[in-house]
């Protein structure tokens, strides 16, 4: 009798030997970022005991500005076959179409074309870290799932307009909508649940009383929550939603939504926990994944060293999770965390580094080793 095949991996896949990953640097504050979180990785590597090999690709605006395209022709199979993506924020605001929308923007090249559906935004207030809430540290601690191939935003450049109108349509499916639903569940079952009450938690936010593409996503999120049984389900509108993540943030664990509004409440939730420069994120699908900051290209301060670089280095933690390389990313999290508390790092009311953006890149490399 031949012997008995393996079991299926199953739980964490080993990680690759050495890690292949491609660095998207941007526009605007991007190249500053991703340098700074390249400096993070090449520490930790050392730390965790991994190698990696980088590969670059330039696209954004400024690309479709000097070459005419946003991405590189070939680069989405690139950007397929890597073990991840780092990518920094892209967009310049005089870079724009004759229709008024802007040029060289990847979000949908990218999340359409790798298919990451999920978009995923943890929002954590730190310790040495002032929201714009009364809230403290520990007491924001919830992640927003935000649909990531449809709703509002597949009709980037699809809708009708003349000089005189405008229109854009909102696209809700069912297996868009069960695919990212079930994907924060199983997220909330990986969780500890919420800060103020360790209840695993998904709260689904929609507009389901005025809209029937909300109403099928609230439905589908209804049956794709029965194979949940222990996980407490909410529903809640997106303008009660905005409301409640300014009064009662403690009581989120995952919130699920689609594209637009997850855009939008997102970098809400960014004001509660010390702004935009705190707030990375992952794209994720079945068969490839990139991690950016939650936030645009901030052209208003790009190249002054004024930019907050944890969003990107806490994007690049998720990325190292993602990447088979859980160890490194905790490690990269908890010196983030050792160097805000130590007072390493001081952000202004405005959510910028007090002593740029070099210094927070130092504080938390140093913190790695201690
Ligand atoms: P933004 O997110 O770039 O900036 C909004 C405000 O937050 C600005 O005052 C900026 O200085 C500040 N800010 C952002 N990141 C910061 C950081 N790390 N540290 C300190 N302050 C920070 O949004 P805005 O100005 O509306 O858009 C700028 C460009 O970014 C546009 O071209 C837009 O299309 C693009 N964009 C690109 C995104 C991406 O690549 N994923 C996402 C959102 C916008
Ligand atoms: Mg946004």
């Known amino acids: 009798m031949s012997p008995a095949p393996p079991e299926p991996a199953s739980g964490t896949p080993s ?46 605006a400024g690309a479709y500005r000097s070459a005419g395209r946003a991405l590189p022709e070939d680069a989405l199979e690139r950007l397929r076959a890597a073990d991840g993506v780092l990518k920094g924020p892209v967009g310049l605001p005089e870079v724009r179409h004759p229709d008024g929308t802007e040029a060289g923007l990847l979000g949908g090249l990218l999340r359409l074309g790798l298919d990451t559906f999920a978009n995923v935004r943890p929002m954590r207030l730190l ?35 003349t000089p005189h109108a405008a229109a854009d349509q909102l696209m809700v499916t069912r297996v868009g909508t069960e695919r990212v639903v079930r ?58 939603a905005a409301h409640d993540l300014v009064a009662r943030p403690q009581c989120f664990d995952v919130l699920v939504m689609e594209n637009f509004l997850g855009d939008v409440l997102s970098d809400l939730g960014a004001a509660t926990v010390g702004g ?68 390493g790092i001081e952000l202004s009311d405005r959510g910028r580094p007090v002593r740029g953006t070099g210094s927070v890149t130092a504080a938390v490399c140093e913190a790695l080793s201690t």
């Open 15 to 60: 990680p690759p030997d050495v890690l292949d990953l491609v660095v998207i640097p941007g526009d605007g504050i991007g190249p500053e970022l991703v340098d700074s979180a390249l400096q993070v990785l090449e520490r930790v590597a050392a730390l965790d005991g991994f190698t990696y090999e980088l590969t670059t690709v330039d696209a954004g």
């Open 127 to 161: 310790p040495g870290v002032t929201g714009a809430t009364r809230h403290g540290p520990g007491e924001i601690d919830y992640v927003v799932v935000r649909e990531n191939t449809e709703g509002l935003y597949l009709s980037r450049g699809a809708g009708a307009a």
């Open 276 to 343: 935009l420069g705190m707030c990375g994120s992952l794209n994720v699908g079945a068969d490839a994944a990139y991690a950016e900051p939650v936030h645009g290209s901030a052209p208003d301060i790009a190249g002054q060293g004024l930019a907050n670089p944890l969003s990107q280095i806490l994007s690049l933690a998720l990325l190292l999770d993602h990447a088979s390389r859980p160890s490194a990313g905790d490690r990269v999290r908890r010196a983030v965390e050792s160097a805000l508390s130590g007072g």
């Open 183 to 240: 994907y924060a569940f199983d997220l909330a079952r990986k969780r500890s649940g919420a800060a103020a009450d360790g209840v695993r938690r998904v709260t689904c936010v929609d507009k389901s009383n005025v809209l029937r593409s909300y109403a099928l996503f609230r439905r589908v999120f209804d049956e794709v929550a029965e194979a949940y049984p222990d996980v407490e389900t909410e529903h809640l509108y997106a303008d009660a």
